[in-house]
């Protein structure tokens, strides 16, 4: 089993910018593909960002293109979000997930992947 802990939410003024971070367990993580999910109360879970297991490409929703980047750093075991531009609909609970090992299919939905993080509160102020 893996096991994915997010950090990094919080409370910020539209416009404004936010971090976030998923630590992973384990000794294989380079061999993960790894995925931003929100869900905002009373709306299903949406795609944000995913990057390739082997990290030669990256994916966003067209919401958060231009604005957001999806990172990894494999010798730490981290995956990070950098949000910059925060507008109010952004508001949402993130969780970061990791695929199967190797993974090669579709990176935007939920069913691509074996392992979620609890999740991190983002709040946007208008």
């Known amino acids: 089993q893996v096991q994915l802990v997010e950090s990094g939410g919080g409370l910020v003024q539209a416009g404004g910018s936010l971090r976030l971070s998923c630590a992973a367990s384990?000794?294989?993580?380079?061999?993960?593909?790894m995925g931003w999910f929100r869900q905002a109360p009373g709306k299903e879970r949406e795609f944000v960002a995913a990057i390739r297991w082997s990290a030669a490409s990256t994916s966003y929703a067209d919401s958060v293109k231009g604005r957001f980047t999806i990172s990894r750093d494999n010798a730490n075991n981290t995956v990070a979000l950098q949000m910059n531009s925060l507008k109010p609909e952004d508001t949402a609970v993130y969780r970061c997930?990791?695929?199967?090992?190797?993974?090669?299919?579709?990176?935007?939905?939920?069913?691509?992947?074996?392992?979620w993080g609890q999740g991190t509160q983002v709040t946007v102020s208008s």
């Open positions: 384990g000794r294989t993580f380079s061999t993960y593909g």
């Open positions: 997930a990791a695929t199967g090992p190797s993974y090669s299919g579709p990176y935007y939905s939920t069913a691509s992947y074996r392992w």
